[in-house]
């Protein structure tokens, strides 16, 4: 989705996907010219993956941005790993790089390859909220008293408030850049 941003990592839209979206139909609707185009999604069908279509359909957004006059591309990364360290805060898995420098993730691996830059952690980036009942079906677990909850492929804590009859899942994923135009 295309929306205004000015290069700084501190304008990024508060929410990342979420926020970002609720900003492009905002500035939209209020006639803002977007200059920059924001990747909310970008999967590959499981029976397929490892034959570098991510890749490509990353590179293909990209060129698309530039052809429509866009400066910038940014993405909320959901990083493929975080899940199997949900209580690390996103600050410092953002910092976990392997020996060749790269980062240890595979996914955010595959967008600094394209040329992306980690720009930082995207806060409630998808807030999910439901009952505790919901929760429950949803996850496959029971919630028997009020408490933070490592749910099955969760980046984050669930919060689960029995007196409220509320779970609240707020997910942090990563924002990156990548360049306008493929590099070589």
């Given at each position: 989705?295309?929306?205004?941003?000015?290069g700084?990592?501190?304008?990024?839209?508060?929410?990342?996907?979420?926020?970002?979206?609720?900003?492009?139909?905002?500035?939209?609707?209020?006639?803002?010219?977007?200059?920059?185009l924001?990747?909310v999604?970008?999967?590959?069908?499981a029976?397929?993956?490892?034959?570098?279509?991510?890749?490509?359909?990353?590179?293909?957004l990209?060129?698309?941005?530039?052809?429509?006059?866009?400066?910038?591309?940014i993405?909320?990364?959901r990083?493929?790993?975080?899940?199997?360290?949900?209580?690390?805060?996103?600050?410092?898995?953002q910092?976990?790089?392997r020996?060749?420098?790269?980062?240890?993730?595979?996914?955010?691996?595959?967008?600094?390859?394209l040329?992306?830059?980690?720009?930082g952690?995207?806060?409630?980036?998808?807030?999910?909220?439901?009952?505790?009942?919901?929760?429950?079906?949803?996850?496959?677990?029971?919630?028997?008293q009020?408490?933070?909850?490592?749910?099955?492929?969760?980046?984050?804590?669930?919060?689960?408030?029995?007196?409220?009859?509320?779970?609240?899942?707020?997910?942090?994923?990563?924002?990156?850049r990548?360049?306008?135009?493929?590099?070589?």
């Amino acid at each position: 989705m295309a929306l205004s941003w000015d290069g700084e990592t501190s304008a990024l839209p508060c929410g990342g996907y979420d926020g970002a979206l609720v900003a492009a139909v905002t500035e939209h609707e209020s006639g803002v010219v977007p200059d920059s185009l924001c990747v909310v999604a970008a999967t590959v069908r499981a029976d397929r993956t490892g034959g570098g279509l991510a890749g490509k359909v990353l590179t293909a957004l990209r060129e698309r941005a530039a052809d429509d006059g866009l400066l910038r591309v940014i993405v909320p990364v959901r990083p493929t790993l975080k899940a199997t360290y949900p209580v690390t805060s996103m600050e410092d898995f953002q910092r976990w790089s392997r020996a060749d420098g790269l980062h240890l993730d595979p996914w955010i691996r595959t967008h600094q390859r394209l040329g992306a830059t980690i720009l930082g952690p995207a806060p409630r980036s998808m807030v999910v909220t439901g009952s505790v009942a919901e929760w429950e079906r949803w996850t496959g677990m029971a919630f028997p008293q009020s408490g933070r909850y490592v749910v099955a492929g969760g980046l984050d804590l669930v919060a689960i408030d029995r007196e409220r009859d509320q779970g609240v899942y707020e997910e942090t994923n990563l924002w990156m850049r990548h360049p306008v135009r493929a590099t070589s």
